[in-house]
C-alpha cells in the first residue's frame, strides 16, 4: 500500500513544498519529514480512501511549522512590558470616549436611543429589532442611518 500509493506521491509533494516554502532544501527536508510521519501511520492509510489528499494536507501543515519557525519569537516578558503610566492612560482614554459616547446617546430621541442602543450595543439582528419595535427594516435602517449621521456631527462639535 506505502509504496503503491504514497511514495509516486514525492514529485507533487516536492513541487507543493517549494511553492509554499520557495526554499528548495526546506521543502526537500519538509517532504522527507512528512514521509517519515506517513511510514508511521502506514497501518492506518489503509482505511482513508484518498490517500493522496492525506498526503498533501500532512505536508501542508508540516510546511506550515516551518513557517511558523520562520517567524521571530519575542519573549513573553517583552510583549508583557506596559508601563503602569500606559495602563492609566488608556484607561482614562477609554472612559473619556465612554462618557462621549454616552452624551451623544442622550442627545438623541427616545426612538433613535432605543434602535441604536437595540443594533450597536447589544447587536441584535435587524428582524429582531423589527419584531421588538413593530416597525419595519426600511425604518429601522433610517432611523439609525439618521442617529449616526447626528452623532458623527456632533462628535465633530465635542
Avoid at 29 to 46: R, S, Y
Avoid at 123 to 132: D, K, S, V, W
Wanted: charge should be negative; hydrophobic fraction near 35%; charged fraction near 35%.
Amino acid at each position: 500500500m506505502f509504496i503503491q500509493r504514497v511514495v509516486p506521491m514525492q514529485a507533487p509533494m516536492r513541487l507543493l513544498a517549494e511553492r509554499i516554502l520557495k526554499d528548495e532544501d526546506e521543502a526537500a527536508d519538509a517532504v522527507q519529514e512528512t514521509f517519515a510521519t506517513l511510514w508511521q501511520q502506514h497501518k492506518k492509510l489503509d482505511g482513508i480512501a484518498n490517500v493522496e489528499g492525506y498526503c498533501m494536507r500532512t505536508l501542508r501543515y508540516r510546511c506550515v511549522d516551518v513557517l511558523r519557525k520562520r517567524l521571530p519569537m519575542q519573549s513573553l516578558d517583552e510583549e508583557m512590558e506596559i508601563s503602569d503610566e500606559a495602563i492609566l492612560e488608556e484607561s482614562r482614554r477609554l472612559e473619556e470616549r465612554s462618557q462621549k459616547a454616552e452624551q451623544l446617546l442622550s442627545e438623541l430621541s427616545e426612538r433613535e436611543r432605543e434602535l441604536v442602543t437595540l443594533r450597536y450595543i447589544e447587536a441584535l439582528p435587524t428582524e429582531q429589532i423589527a419584531q421588538q419595535t413593530k416597525l419595519t427594516d426600511t425604518n429601522i435602517y433610517t432611523i439609525l442611518s439618521r442617529a449616526i449621521h447626528k452623532m458623527k456631527e456632533r462628535s465633530k462639535e465635542i
